[in-house]
């Protein structure tokens, strides 16, 4: 038997046998790890440019689930939205599996989109972009149906997660006390009859700068689907705006962003006034996320601060959406 492992990393030269078999590759093809994290990212050369290639982790979603997050892709890129779609299989298929030493793992052949990620800062402008561009994204995945299921469901995913955040709290302090009625008042008003008839489809979950891309040409994509479903659409800003100010960003760059949201897809009053409560799910929900994961994929650069840190922004979230 082996020793257990919670994440392996697939071969690179093992992976470009499969694509060879796979996609029907030919010549020299080469694959190189990029990033590890939630998700393995691998840069593919061969004749035909380069690709990008995810291999989720393990337990990330199911078969259908992986299915829906293709699909929807693939849509967006039909409605001209730039996006990193998947590259089909010699038999038609959008992603295949191995089963690795922790169990099964998808992996998918995307388009290579080129250009820098907005990872640094950015100005009031490329934000406006960056909302006007989710906008296109919410209302081109209108028309968007799929025989596969996905729900983003972060509101169930807090309960399965906040135990790892807590354990992490010194017991019976007031930061302790604090989270748990944190996150308990906020999925007790989220689920008030007052929110269940906000606009719902198709989302990003993840659409924060740093999954934006400036193009060479000068247009903007978007990137890492991993976390879409069907959900709140007013959550992508949510998500937005969270990362923006945990990287201590102005809140000019969120205004501009809304206006540029605005612009495309106008928000409704019920969505405006919801927002400040999916703010305080966001920053449990990716705290949460990453105390769960710390084991799996190590501390995450940027999320390895001092506490302290996460409770003066939770605090501040809770001041702004009037609970606790």
Request: glycine share 8%; proline share 5%.
């Amino acid at each position: 038997m082996t020793f257990p492992v919670s994440q392996s990393v697939l071969d690179a030269d093992a992976l470009a046998g499969e694509l060879i078999k796979r996609y029907g590759l030919k010549g020299d093809v080469r694959c190189r790890l990029l990033s590890r994290g939630m998700n393995d990212i691998y840069r593919i050369g061969h004749q035909a440019g380069p690709h990008a290639l995810k291999v989720e982790r393990v337990g990330k979603s199911t078969k259908t689930e992986f299915s829906y997050e293709q699909d929807y892709v693939q849509h967006l890129s039909v409605q001209g939205i730039e996006v990193s779609s998947p590259v089909a299989l010699l038999d038609g298929s959008m992603f295949f599996s191995v089963t690795a030493p922790e169990g099964q793992r998808h992996i998918v052949m995307m388009r290579w989109l080129e250009g820098v990620p907005y990872a640094g800062d950015f100005s009031e402008d490329d934000a406006f972009r960056m909302g006007a561009l989710l906008g296109r994204m919410h209302l081109s995945a209108s028309s968007f149906t799929s025989p596969h299921e996905k729900l983003v469901d972060s509101e169930r995913k807090v309960h399965e997660r906040l135990p790892y955040l807590l354990a992490m709290v010194e017991p019976q302090s007031d930061d302790h006390e604090f989270l748990a009625r944190a996150a308990e008042t906020v999925l007790e008003q989220l689920g008030s009859p007052d929110w269940k008839n906000i606009p719902r489809g198709p989302c990003h979950g993840d659409l924060q700068c740093a999954n934006v891309m400036k193009l060479a040409f000068g247009g903007l994509g978007a990137f890492d689907f991993s976390d879409c479903g069907h959900d709140p659409l007013v959550k992508d800003i949510a998500a937005f705006n969270w990362r923006n100010d945990f990287n201590d960003r102005p809140q000019a760059i969120n205004r501009s962003f809304v206006d540029g949201y605005d612009s495309i897809r106008r928000l409704s009053d019920s969505e405006r006034a919801v927002l400040p409560l999916f703010r305080v799910l966001r920053h449990i929900f990716i705290t949460s996320t990453m105390a769960q994961y710390v084991n799996r994929i190590g501390p995450v650069v940027g999320f390895d601060r001092k506490l302290d840190f996460y409770f003066d922004m939770l605090r501040r979230y809770c001041c702004e959406a009037g609970i606790v």
